[in-house]
Each structure stands twice: as C-alpha cells, then as structure tokens.
C-alpha cells in the first residue's frame, strides 16, 4: 500500500451548485397551515389556515418571489405575505426575505441556508419577547405535486426546537 505524497495536495470536492434549489416551487400552489400563535411556553393550540401560495422567478433569475395568502374564517384571521429567496453563488446559500408590504418592512437578518439533496435547512437569530432564539425553516417532503415547510424556535442555541408553522403546499 502506498502512502499518499506529503506534496500532493487531497483533491478539492466541488461546491454543489444550488441555483435552481427552489425551482420546484415555481408557479401557484393551495397552502394549508398549521399554527402555533402563542411560542415557547408548551402551548399545543394549534389554529389551522387555507389559500393560496405562489411564486415566481424574477427576471429569469437565481431569485424567487411568493405571494402567500390564507385565511380561517371560523376565527376571523388572515394572514397575507410576501417572501423573497436570493441565491449567492459565492456561497452556495439561499438568503430568504420576509417582505410585509402593507408595512414597509423588509425582515433583516434574512434566514440563510442551503439544500442537502431533498432537504433544505435555513437559518437565522431573532429576538422574540425579549430575548434572542435561534429560528429554523427546514424544506422537506419535496415532489412536483406537494412540498413541506416548518418553523422553528429554539431558545436554547439549537439543543431542542419547537415547531410553530407547518405550510404543506399541494397542486393537481
């Protein structure tokens, strides 16, 4: 057996290029949610919400963009976003954007992640109710019909999470 040359340098495994990552969302989708409005406290009161999810690509991009819009009419609630997804090619991350444009409020940091064969992890630090949390959107569950979003929080530097958003996304 030969030992490997001190001088030859191990070979470098290429970056995978992530560009076309969110292409399977590309068009319109039915959106059904599950959420948990009241977070980190052991709450499992979960509010359920139907409508609308769709994207499209900006300017035959790396970027995406989603008009979101669902509703619960028994509670009165509706829930109306925007989200924009930039990928960096240096990188090889995604950068998401949540976008209010009722507000004027484009959310910072942005959640920044990549995918791993059919899952996609992003991630971010916020403050909720006054202290910092690290959050989690994971992608999963991916195939041209449906797809599978969460949320997540963790108050403890990613030891445990807590799922407070699931969007499942299906189209005919």
Not at 14 to 35: C, N, P, S, T, Y
Not at 112 to 121: A, C, I, L, S
Not at 123 to 142: P, T
Request: aromatic share 12%; proline share 6%.
């Amino acid at each position: 057996m030969q030992a490997a040359s001190p001088n030859v340098p191990p070979p470098v495994k290429a970056e995978r290029d992530g560009a076309h990552d969110f292409d399977f969302l590309i068009g319109d989708w039915k959106a059904h949610v599950r959420r948990l409005p009241d977070r980190l406290n052991g709450s499992n009161a979960w509010v359920d919400y139907d409508g609308i999810s769709n994207h499209k690509k900006i300017l035959d991009s790396n970027a995406n963009f989603e008009e979101f819009e669902v509703d619960n009419p028994v509670k009165h609630l509706h829930i109306k976003a925007q989200t924009l997804r930039v990928y960096n090619p240096q990188s090889h991350q995604w950068s998401i954007y949540l976008l209010d444009v009722d507000k004027g409020v484009l959310s910072l940091p942005p959640v920044v992640g990549q995918f791993t064969g059919n899952r996609g992890e992003f991630f971010d630090q916020e403050d909720y109710k006054g202290r910092a949390i690290l959050v989690r959107y994971v992608w999963l569950n991916i195939s041209p019909r449906s797809a599978r979003m969460e949320q997540s929080f963790s108050p403890d530097g990613g030891k445990t999470w807590e799922v407070n958003w699931i969007c499942e996304l299906s189209r005919d």
